[in-house]
């Protein structure tokens, strides 16, 4: 009986001591963990819309996509005009699990510019998709001018040297994200979401 | 054995990787480039260090009974503190390794380092082992990283070795290819050992 006490003072004072210290810890990273996490998607946003002088993550219109789900929209601005709209499109059609880009339009529904968010395709193959050279044929592409599917698949779109899953899954992402911003385009368009 | 063996012992003679074989899932996961494994390898010697101070600290009032519980506990404290700490402030580096932070809790080295030498020995000399058993898992894993960076993407930490046409060597990138090299290594250790006659 003796030994049992003992056994359960030792690890509960000890349990003790390491919830107090990680308690400290977790307060003193909490902000700047918040404010990594932040500039990252801001980051994201900024390098796919055009020039603008507001916050987009400041901007935002949630828009429901049935079932549940809400997609965020990130909106910038110049001189009260909306200029650019960013959100996130995704697909757990890749070859690694789920891929995740953000998509940047210009008002008229072309797009601006693709970053992929996160990934865990093959490197040197279906890791491709991040490369400037498979982005950059995105731009200025819309959902009147462009069928959204690989070339292979009878698309527009070219596929990366050695990968056909991983770019497929973003491009069906993207043909998505279209399709959605087309749907919800005076939603998200509108002065005050 | 003087405190200065003890530091070096993880260099070579019980290098983690080569020589332990300990911690090979994220050996295997994150040396696809160089930087990973200095990101890891810190994280881990933070980790080894501090663990190895705590539990020889209570050697003397851990109970047998509970002693694995106590490590765990002490282990699993430090690698959280790590995990908050770099996504605070060393955000790109964090988001590179991933679930493998977190999985640092299960990394054998550490708790085997525990179980084998901090519970046993003083202080100061666990600290030195704590501290020569990570540099020695970090050098590691950084060579490691190094060889599969240069061949599957022909840059090291970054930096172009080769020029773009090199046609690069993908197996080298994917797991195959990290235990391939693996192996090649210890091999070549081993091989050295024996010319220095070494009993391993």
Not at chain 2, 12 to 27: D, I, K, Q, S, Y
Not at chain 2, 132 to 145: E, P, R
């Amino acid at each position: 009986m003796r030994e049992i006490i003992r056994l359960v003072t030792v690890l509960t004072v000890l349990c003790v001591l390491a919830a107090m210290a990680l308690a400290r810890v977790y307060e003193f990273t909490k902000d700047p963990i918040v404010n990594q996490r932040r500039l990252a998607k801001l980051r994201a946003v900024e390098a796919v819309i055009p020039e603008h002088e507001n916050q987009p993550d400041q901007d935002t219109v949630t828009i429901d996509i049935g079932e549940g789900n809400k997609r965020l929209v990130y909106r910038g601005t110049l001189e009260g005009q909306i200029t650019g709209i960013a959100f996130e499109v995704s697909s757990s059609k890749g070859y690694g699990g789920e891929v995740v880009a953000m998509l940047g339009l210009d008002p008229n529904g072309l797009i601006y510019g693709i970053e992929i968010v996160r990934h865990s395709e093959t490197p040197g193959l279906g890791a491709k998709i991040t490369t400037p050279e498979f982005r950059s044929q995105f731009k200025g592409r819309s959902i009147s001018n462009t069928k959204f599917m690989l070339k292979k698949d009878g698309g527009d779109i070219d596929q990366v040297t050695g990968a056909t899953t991983s770019p497929r899954a973003i491009v069906k992402a993207i043909r998505e994200g279209m399709e959605f911003f087309n749907d919800h385009k005076d939603t998200i368009t509108e002065d005050k979401g | 054995m003087s405190v200065l063996n003890d530091f070096l012992n993880g260099f070579w003679n019980e290098n983690p990787v080569f020589r332990l074989v300990l911690g090979m899932c994220a050996t295997m996961a994150i040396t696809t480039q160089a930087i990973n494994g200095i990101g890891m390898g810190l994280a881990a010697t933070f980790v080894l260090v501090c663990s190895n101070f705590v539990v020889s600290v209570m050697r003397k009032i851990i109970p047998e009974k509970v002693r694995l519980a106590v490590f765990i506990v002490v282990i699993a404290t430090f690698v959280t503190i790590v995990d908050l700490v770099m996504e605070g402030f060393f955000y790109e580096i964090h988001k590179a390794l991933g679930v493998f932070i977190p999985l640092i809790v299960v990394n054998c080295i550490i708790i085997a380092r525990a179980e084998a030498f901090a519970s046993k020995y003083p202080v100061i000399n666990s600290i030195a082992d704590g501290l020569g058993m990570g540099l020695g898992f970090t050098i590691s894993i950084t060579v490691l990283g190094m060889i599969r960076e240069l061949l599957g993407n022909g840059t090291i930490f970054g930096i172009t070795i080769f020029s773009k046409s090199y046609q690069a060597f993908l197996l080298a990138l994917i797991p195959g290819g990290a235990f391939i090299a693996l192996g090649l290594l210890l091999g070549m250790m081993n091989k050295i050992n024996e010319k220095l006659g070494y009993k391993g």
